[in-house]
C-alpha cells in the first residue's frame, strides 16, 4: 500500500509540474471508469477485490495469493499477443505497434494523447 | 490452599508450529496478505494498459516534461496550435519587448542559454525595470 500511494504521488507531482491535469482526467476517464459505458479497469480490479476479499473471509489467505496468481497469469497468456510487445517496447525507442495503439510512442515524450482505443 | 494452586497464573508455552518442535516462520510486516493483494491491482492495471495500448500514455504522466515555452511579448499563447498544451497557459505577467530595440530581454527563461550573472545583468540593465 506505501508503494501505491508513491506512485500516486508521484503521478499527482509530475501532473502538476507538467499542467497536463486535463490530459490526466481523460485518460483516466477512458482506462478507468469506463469511455461509452464500456467497462474499464475498474470492473477488473472490482473482480481482483473481491477474490482477496473472499479468500481472506474464509481463512485462506495464501490459496487467495494463488487464485490471483493464476488471474493474472491467465490474463497475460490469453493477450499476450498485445500485452508483450507492449511491455518490449518500454524500454527501447521503437514501440512495436500493438492493436489499438494510440498516436504516442512509447518513449512517453510530449503530451499524452487521449486519442487512443475505446474498447476495453 | 487448594483453590490458590488451581488460581495460580500459567505462562502461555509457545506453540510449535510443526511436527519438530521448530517455530513457525513470521513473515514481515510488509509481506503481508493486502499487500500481495495490492501489488496484485498495480500489476494488473499496467497489464491493463499494455493490452489497450495506453501504456506509454500513462507512463508519459510519470516523467517530466519539457515546459511549455513561455508567452511571447504580445501576451499571447507562443505554444498555441502547436502542442496538445491547454491554450490558458499565456503569462499575464510576461515581460514586453525593449520599447527602444523591440527585442525580448533574454532573461525570460527559454530565450536564452546565458548564464544567471548574465541574465541577471541584462536584467538591471533592461530600461523597463527602474520604471514603477
Known amino acids: 500500500m506505501p508503494l501505491a500511494f508513491v506512485a500516486l504521488a508521484w503521478l499527482l507531482v509530475m501532473t502538476g509540474v ?7 482526467s481523460a485518460a483516466f476517464k477512458q482506462d478507468v471508469s469506463g469511455a461509452g459505458g464500456q467497462g474499464g479497469f475498474l470492473a ?39 500485452i508483450l510487445p507492449a511491455l518490449e517496447s ?31 | 490452599m487448594p483453590i490458590a494452586r488451581h488460581l495460580k497464573r500459567v505462562d502461555p508455552t509457545p506453540v ?3 511436527a519438530t518442535g521448530a517455530v513457525g516462520f513470521e ?34 504522466f510519470f516523467t517530466p516534461q519539457t515546459p511549455a515555452p513561455i508567452a511571447n511579448a504580445t501576451g499571447a499563447d507562443s505554444s498555441a496550435g502547436a502542442s496538445a498544451a491547454p491554450s490558458t497557459n499565456a503569462n499575464p505577467n510576461a515581460t514586453p519587448a525593449n520599447p527602444l530595440t523591440g527585442a525580448i530581454p533574454s532573461y525570460i527563461p527559454g530565450s536564452s542559454a546565458g548564464n544567471f550573472l548574465t541574465n541577471f545583468g541584462t536584467f538591471l540593465l533592461h530600461p523597463l525595470s527602474g520604471t514603477k
Not at chain 1, 485462506?60 to 490474463?75: H, Q, S, T, W
Not at chain 2, 495490492?38 to 501504456?55: P, S
Open chain 1, 44 to 82: 477488473f480490479g472490482a473482480g481482483v477485490i473481491s477474490i482477496a476479499v473472499f479468500f481472506r473471509l474464509i481463512g485462506m489467505p495464501n490459496a487467495g495469493k494463488v487464485f490471483l496468481f493464476l488471474v493474472i497469469l491467465v490474463f497475460v497468456i490469453e493477450n499476450n499477443s498485445a
Open chain 2, 16 to 18: 510449535a508450529k510443526a
Open chain 1, 18 to 24: 507538467n499542467g497536463n491535469y486535463a490530459d490526466l
Open chain 2, 27 to 60: 513473515p514481515p510486516s510488509w509481506a503481508g496478505y493486502w499487500t500481495f493483494v495490492t501489488a496484485t491491482l498495480i500489476l494488473a492495471f499496467v497489464l491493463y494498459l499494455a493490452k489497450h495500448g495506453r501504456l506509454s500514455v500513462w507512463l508519459a
Open chain 1, 90 to 120: 518500454i524500454g527501447g525507442g521503437s514501440a512495436a505497434p500493438a492493436t489499438g495503439t494510440p498516436s504516442t510512442t512509447a518513449t512517453g515524450s510530449g503530451a499524452p494523447s487521449t486519442s487512443g482505443a475505446t474498447t476495453p
